[in-house]
């Protein structure tokens, strides 16, 4: 009987091996410093695609900076943030971690393991406070890292089927209404999206939403309680989320995100509402697709005074505060605050940096920051409501499942969100 | 299956003393203590703190389980998962004991092709769970699927769907893909049970006049009864521990809203994507009661078994 009972604790462990994972290793004492002049600092990322790139970035630092060689790795995305907390809690780990942004940040900041960088660092006050809070911490306020990259949201659209359908890029709502609806009587999709994974969802919203609901303003009357998310506003904002049904693709609750991705590079639909994080996809899998972008146009009683690009800061560089290099570590830090290193982000990595004063040579990139420069907003639930279990978005992308599927309203969408960020959001007035 | 009682072997005569045969029980014993009696022992003190980030805070007592079953998004996901959960195992087990176990007393009584045939059924089991996960998720896509293609392609327009957006088709079709890859595992016990049986019993009541649905029914069917318990208990493990194929099919939250979520997503999505600083806790709190859950049912099943078969022998 034993054995039986012990062969089956062998067969059910794996639930406790895969919590294994997690398992916050001892402190370990730290070991003398390296001798000689020259220091090595340890950079650690996610962005296992962008390996050459950054070799080629922190060549040019090197070669400004003699003395300190940079080591950079990079691991594998989906792993990234164990391997991050293991690397902090010990002493083999990096010097420079490249960071998640908002509430994801927040478990390193409060476990200590991230020294704060507002007097050690230059020029983080020329970064637009609401990418720059990606990198604070929600409790002290104090910066802990330099933002990397900007991730604008915007419509894509296909040129080609807009020029042969002779259509232009809305400046209106009812030009928006009237471009969809004759994309449908020409039997285009109108927009690809993909609703079989939940977190596109609050992007879509927001892409559509975010100024009928006032983005920037309803977010500070959001914070300081004198708003919910049942304020009729953001309700409206989600009904016309609802109304957007008829320009997706009939049974779109089956369609995932690389469907959708598909359905729009193949030029099987003309829009696509999505991340600036697109563009390079969109490049690499077709790379002849003639692309383009816009705000949604004001819908009616918008609150917003012009359209917005909603945005959000995407990772940040870090000091680890157990490093032996701290000094070599705050001379990389200021270097990445840079518009020398911000325009490598962009002309390198291809993303937005999110320092001011990087110029784009990729068109499409162009056009979407300068759209994001007209009007911006936050994309409000991953920079404010990533702070607490559940996050906004794990609980607005399912409901606005449902909504398509029928078994939901705006109303009751918007109810539900509020219940859930109640669990541990409490306004400060 | 007996247990040994004597250390003895009978085969060989060699006797070996008590400490030698702690010696060779020990690396096994190393290996379990370090990679499973050890992290289960952690998961449980875990559970009984508060934490923040991975840094141990307060002793809690037994705060987190409050929180899984009475704070949003827990009291509404735990039940919703669990339920998912029970589906798979009855699921699987219908598959298992209709189309596995036919398929098995098919291949014993046939014999022809029987090796070809039990490779082909266990081909699936030999696939990655998430490739076959992903496998299904691309034939059954509304827009570039086979699947609906073919029934369109034939006349039945209605029947075409998106069913893995549709909440009430979603959870059946990771029904249907967990025991499609798992068939060929009952095929084989049975197999292996059905020729543990001798033939001569088959053939006495044979010519006593039994007819063939009588003979399964009464020797082979109560014969295969230990079988049908190793199959029932590892399938019951299989089915709460699901976590490879409704992940390949529906993603870490279980989509479409929560239709495919099951506790080991529940758990994944608690531990490494949740918002909670002290998502260790929470997920530590989630992780213990699935074990014990599974601990209990698992030790009650083969009690239960134990005891059928030994009121037929």
Redesign the interface.
Known sequence: ?M????S?????????????????SAPVNETAASSGDDVTLKVWSWRTEDIDAYNTIFDVFEKEHPGITVDFEAFQNTEY??IL?TGL?GSDGPDVPMVRAY??L???I????LDPIDDIVDGLDDIAPSVLAGAKGKADGKTYAVPLATQTLQMFYNKDIFKENGLEVPTTWDEFIALNDTLLEKGITPMALG?????MMPIFADIVGSARYGGSAFEGEVLDGSKTFEDPDYVASLQIVADMKKYL????????YT?SQ??FTSG?AAQFPGGSFEIATFASQAPDLNIGSYQVPLPPDAVSPTPVSPAYADGNFAINSKSKNKEAAAELLNWLATPEFGQLVADDLNQFSAIPGVTYSNEVMQEAWDNYQKGEAPYLLLVDF??????GT??L???I??IF?G?QDAAGAATALQ??IS??FTPTP | ?P?TKTRRSRHTGITLSRRAGMVFVLPALIL?VI??LY??V??LS?SLFDW?????GDFSVLDNYVTIFT???YKDAIPNAFVHNILLFVGAMVFQNTIGLGLAVLLHRVRRFKRFFQTVYTLPYLVSPLVVGYLW?LM?????GPVNAILKGVGLDALA???????TTAIWVVVFVTAWQWVGFPVLLYGAALGGIPDEIDEAASLDGASSWQRFRDITGPLLLPAIGTVS??TF?GAM?AFAIPYAL??S?G????ATDVL?LL??????????????G???AI?TL??LF??GV??LM?WLMRRAERRLY
């Open positions: 009987m054995r039986r009972a012990l089956l604790a062998a067969g059910v462990a794996g639930v406790a091996l895969l919590l294994g994972g997690c398992a916050p943030n164990q907390t809690a509430g994801q927040q478990p390193n409060e476990a200590g393991q609703v079989k994974d939940d977190w693709t009939p049974d779109v609750v089956g369609v995932s469907d598909v359905q099987q990533r702070y607490g279990d559940p996050l794990a609980v992308g399912p409901q499942q449902k599927m078994e219940d859930g669990q541990w | 299956m247990v379990f990679f499973i992290p289960l952690t998961a875990y923040t980030g991975i840094v141990r704070q949003l998004p998720s059954l896509s509304p827009l570039f769907q998106p069913w893995l957006g549709n909440p208990v590892l493990i521990e529906g993603g939250a989509n479409p809203a929560g080991s758990f994944y999505r608690t531990a490494f994507e949740s918002g909670s600083s002290n998502a260790i929470t997920s530590s992780a699935l074990f599974i601990f698992a030790l083969t």
